[in-house]
């Protein structure tokens, strides 16, 4: 005969305390999707149309960076170098659940920027040749997902990329806070690579617009 002792040890955790249990594993699993593999963002500004819009809710995915650094055509998420944004495009979560929620990954996040990586560690970024085009270690580049090419030539420069580090761009080349625009910086305009927190991904938001985020081999026959 089973004693009701026996009975109460087979039956297992009362139904609260299993609630919280799975509340608490399912909050230390999203802090680990977080960390190691997916993390969700929105676009603040126009500094990224066409390929992006304001208000667009995207995942940036980080398993990639684990094998090596971002690549030249890379749309990739970073923390702010210091000072590339202004009060208006670092929103945060309003309320208790949005924090909490930005907190393990399920909230878009402020605070960051969202760049096409166009130079890498040793690279020479020229703007621009003869076509308003730029340059990559003397391979001129055709970037079709520019909103408007002919404003490149209006902002020259000539850099030679520090290892470790990138040169970014908006595909808003005439609205786009990016390195050119920080060029006179402390930095340089150059970001670290170890400021990158991931690649863009997948468009979740809005639907009309929701899908995968394709590279680009506009700079495959850079050397």
């Given at each position: 005969?089973?004693?009701?002792?026996?009975?109460?040890?087979?039956?297992?955790?009362?139904?609260?305390?299993?609630?919280?249990?799975?509340?608490?594993?399912?909050?230390?699993?999203?802090?680990?999707?977080?960390?190691?593999?997916?993390?969700?963002?929105?676009?603040?500004?126009?500094?990224?149309?066409?390929?992006?819009?304001?208000?667009?809710?995207?995942?940036?995915?980080?398993?990639?960076?684990?094998?090596?650094?971002?690549?030249?055509?890379?749309?990739?998420?970073?923390?702010?170098?210091?000072?590339?944004?202004?009060?208006?495009?670092?929103?945060?979560?309003?309320?208790?659940?949005?924090?909490?929620?930005?907190?393990?990954?399920?909230?878009?996040?402020?605070?960051?920027?969202?760049?096409?990586?166009?130079?890498v560690g040793g690279d020479r970024v020229v703007c621009c040749d003869g076509s308003g085009?730029?340059?990559?270690?003397?391979?001129?580049?055709?970037?079709?997902?520019?909103?408007?090419?002919?404003?490149?030539?209006?902002?020259?420069?000539?850099?030679?990329?520090?290892?470790?580090?990138?040169?970014?761009?908006?595909?808003?080349?005439?609205?786009?806070?990016?390195?050119?625009?920080?060029?006179?910086?402390?930095?340089?305009?150059?970001?670290?690579?170890?400021?990158?927190?991931?690649?863009?991904?997948?468009?979740?938001?809005?639907?009309?617009?929701?899908?995968?985020?394709?590279?680009?081999?506009?700079?495959?026959?850079?050397?």
């Amino acid at each position: 005969m089973v004693t009701s002792e026996s009975q109460n040890t087979k039956r297992g955790l009362p139904v609260w305390q299993e609630s919280i249990l799975l509340v608490v594993i399912a909050v230390v699993m999203a802090v680990v999707v977080k960390t190691f593999f997916l993390q969700a963002f929105y676009i603040p500004s126009e500094s990224m149309q066409p390929t992006m819009l304001v208000d667009d809710k995207l995942l940036v995915q980080k398993v990639s960076l684990w094998a090596g650094d971002p690549d030249r055509g890379d749309i990739v998420v970073f923390d702010d170098p210091g000072g590339w944004l202004g009060p208006a495009e670092t929103p945060t979560a309003s309320n208790p659940l949005q924090k909490g929620l930005e907190a393990i990954g399920l909230f878009p996040t402020g605070g960051h920027l969202i760049k096409r990586v166009v130079g890498v560690g040793g690279d020479r970024v020229v703007c621009c040749d003869g076509s308003g085009r730029l340059t990559v270690n003397g391979v001129a580049v055709d970037e079709p997902y520019v909103l408007d090419p002919t404003v490149i030539r209006e902002r020259e420069f000539d850099v030679i990329v520090p290892d470790d580090h990138l040169w970014v761009m908006g595909d808003n080349r005439a609205n786009s806070a990016d390195s050119v625009a920080h060029l006179g910086d402390p930095g340089g305009g150059f970001i670290r690579v170890d400021s990158v927190v991931g690649k863009a991904w997948l468009r979740v938001w809005p639907l009309g617009r929701a899908g995968f985020l394709d590279g680009t081999d506009a700079f495959a026959s850079v050397p």
